[in-house]
């Protein structure tokens, strides 16, 4: 059984920091694209960034300049370094990954969420 889990959310302040991973797990065989989204209260879940097998980024326009998505392909993994955070940026952030499993079904996936709050 695959399993993507995520960590590293939590209350920052404007301008501030964080760092999101998120793990996969189980019978892989490999993974394509792997990316981030986010749903604020009220709104419809979106695009954040995503990243191809070969490592190559894209960014929400919202995002572009202060978010960096990178993955270590040995350890199945993403990252979401988050930087000159603003109120809007908080939401709850899922990851997701497109993965082949061992008997070579292909199928997204997706992690269980984490809540980002920016806040005085």
């Known amino acids: 059984q695959v399993r993507l889990v995520e960590s590293g959310g939590g209350l920052v302040q404007p301008e501030g920091s964080l760092r999101l991973s998120c793990a996969a797990s189980?019978?892989?065989?490999?993974?394509?694209?792997m990316g981030w989204y986010r749903q604020a209260p009220g709104k419809q879940r979106e695009l954040v960034a995503i990243i191809t097998s070969g490592g190559s980024p894209n960014y929400a326009e919202s995002v572009k300049g202060r978010f960096t998505i990178s993955r270590d392909n040995a350890k199945n993994t993403v990252y979401l370094q988050m930087n000159s955070l603003k109120p809007s940026d908080t939401a709850v952030y899922y990851c997701?990954?497109?993965?082949?499993?061992?008997?070579?079904?292909?199928?997204?996936?997706w992690g269980q969420g984490t809540q980002v709050t920016v806040s005085l």
């Open positions: 997701n990954a497109y993965i082949i499993d061992s008997d070579y079904e292909r199928s997204d996936y």
């Open positions: 189980g019978s892989i065989s490999g993974i394509y694209a």
